[in-house]
């Protein structure tokens, strides 16, 4: 699987940006697939996280203000971020892993196995 994340961009607080992540390969439906972001100086830190179920984990400080979704069909993974804060400002990553259980979380960026190339956010206050 080859990931390709794009949609990054230069936005002021309190607007919102649709992150695209594209994977090609085999079929995607069966991955589960996370969003990380890493700021500068930063260690890269899990986002989100969905299980091919649906089941989704939410890092504390983007709950209510972002989501996740895919089409499988499509092999795309959406990340949605509203009321965006200069704190949210990093590159951020998609990532997927192969997995058939249903319910798990996967926090750790060990725990995936296929990474997209990066696009900044930039949140300007």
């Known amino acids: 699987v080859q990931l390709q994340a794009s949609g990054g961009g230069l936005v002021q607080a309190g607007g919102s940006l649709r992150l695209t992540c594209a994977a090609s390969?085999?079929?995607?439906?069966?991955?589960?697939v996370g969003w990380f972001r890493q700021a500068p100086g930063k260690e890269r830190e899990f986002v989100v996280g969905?299980?091919?179920?649906?089941?989704?984990e939410y890092e504390d400080s983007v709950k209510g203000r972002f989501t996740i979704s895919r089409d499988n069909a499509r092999k795309m993974v959406y990340l949605e971020m509203n009321s965006l804060k200069p704190e949210d400002t990093a590159v951020y990553y998609c990532a997927a892993v192969w997995s058939n259980l249903y319910g798990e979380v996967r926090r750790r960026a060990a725990e995936y196995d296929y990474w997209g190339q990066g696009t900044l956010v930039t949140v300007s206050s």
């Open positions: 390969g085999r079929t995607f439906s069966n991955y589960y």
């Open positions: 969905r299980d091919a179920s649906g089941y989704t």
